[in-house]
């Protein structure tokens, strides 16, 4: 059966519609993180570009990608990354890293209000923006902070603090605008308990032993085998 021409005008224009919804969506998905972090930046007083850097290095800005045991995954819509998650959770995995600045839901329990939320750009990057300003606070430097975001051990952290420096100013090259890195850690032959060697901070006597999950301001920094 011939179709009039309105209807075939109509079913036409469906189809494209229909076909340029992916498109569409993915283009916001990619705008997502960086919005998100200019965003935050600017609203945590944080220095511009550098959360949209961590990002970039982080999840690539892809709104909802997951991680866990080292097993990064990136989904085209937040149902799916929110079904993987909950998979996870179901299966007992807990130390699991999402959203756009992969914050971790193991070890940042308060930074949502619902595990859910951190796959919302904005409220990630916020999250993100927080655990930053902290760990500013805590050592007084840009690039230690970044270095921190990541990992507690400096054999990790210093090349992650690279990479997002690299992202920041757009070389390929190691590059430190940020105010100069003074580390303030000694490594000193120290305590290990249960396969878990500690560094003991500056100024702690090589003798003592140092607990392991002590809060303080003056925390040991804990390196996994």
């Not at 990608?65 to 080292?70: F, M, P, R, T």
């Not at 990064?72 to 996870?88: C, I, K, M």
């Not at 580390?183 to 392991?212: C, K």
Request: a neutral charge; glycine letters at 10%; charged letters at 15%.
């Amino acid at each position: 059966m011939r179709l009039p021409p309105l209807v075939r005008i109509s079913l036409a224009c469906a189809t494209l519609l229909l076909s340029s919804a992916a498109p569409v969506t993915q283009a916001l998905a990619d705008t997502a993180c960086l919005d998100a972090a200019r965003d935050a930046e600017r609203s945590a007083g944080l220095p511009s570009g550098l959360l949209s850097a961590i990002g970039h290095v982080e999840s690539g800005g892809r709104p909802w990608s997951v991680n866990s045991g080292q097993q990064g995954v990136r989904f085209g819509t937040r149902d799916e990354a929110s079904s993987y998650v909950q998979g996870l959770l179901d299966q007992g995995r807990r130390i699991i890293d999402v959203g756009c600045f992969q914050v971790d839901l193991y070890y940042h329990p308060e930074a949502f209000a619902r595990w859910q939320d951190g796959l919302d750009p904005q409220i990630n990057a916020a999250a993100a923006s927080r655990i930053l300003q902290d760990l500013h606070t805590r050592t007084g430097d840009w690039n230690q902070a970044v270095a921190l975001y990541h990992s507690a051990d400096p054999l990790r952290g210093t090349p992650y603090m690279q990479a997002v420096l690299r992202s920041w100013t757009g070389t390929g090259a190691d590059a430190s605008p940020l105010p100069a890195w003074s580390d303030p850690f000694t490594i000193l032959a120290s305590a290990q308990a249960s396969g878990i060697m500690v560094w003991t901070p500056t100024g702690s006597q090589s003798g003592s032993r140092t607990r392991t999950g002590r809060a303080s301001h003056g925390l040991p920094r804990i390196i996994t085998p």
